[in-house]
């Protein structure tokens, strides 16, 4: 498994491979499980961070919506005839 991902500028690490270099440079248990938690806690703020994001960019969307055009471009628009005098209409 790769040990961080680089997304833009930040690096991610997982919390296996944390766990693993935290063993690795002899951290205390009691602070390795502390920045474990501090790991996990950073990451769902994260994660919770990006859906609003994507959320308010769904909600500003929804309002270019009525920008988009009913008919296709290309096609004439369509008449509404009041009455004809094919039709049976009044003279």
């Keep these: 498994m790769t040990t961080s991902t680089k997304a833009g500028r930040v690096a991610a690490v997982s919390g296996t491979d944390l766990k693993a270099r935290l063993e690795k440079a002899n951290v205390p248990p ?5 920045v474990l938690q501090a790991n996990s806690d950073a990451r769902l703020a994260a994660l919770r961070a990006s859906l609003w994001v994507a959320a308010l ?5 929804l309002f270019f919506t009525g920008l988009i055009p009913v008919r296709p471009i290309g096609r ?3 008449e ?10 009044a003279d």
């Design 30 to 34: 009691a602070q390795a499980d502390a």
């Design 80 to 89: 509404v005839a009041t009455s004809s005098p094919a039709a049976g209409g």
């Design 57 to 61: 960019v769904a909600v500003v969307a």
């Design 76 to 78: 004439p628009r369509r």
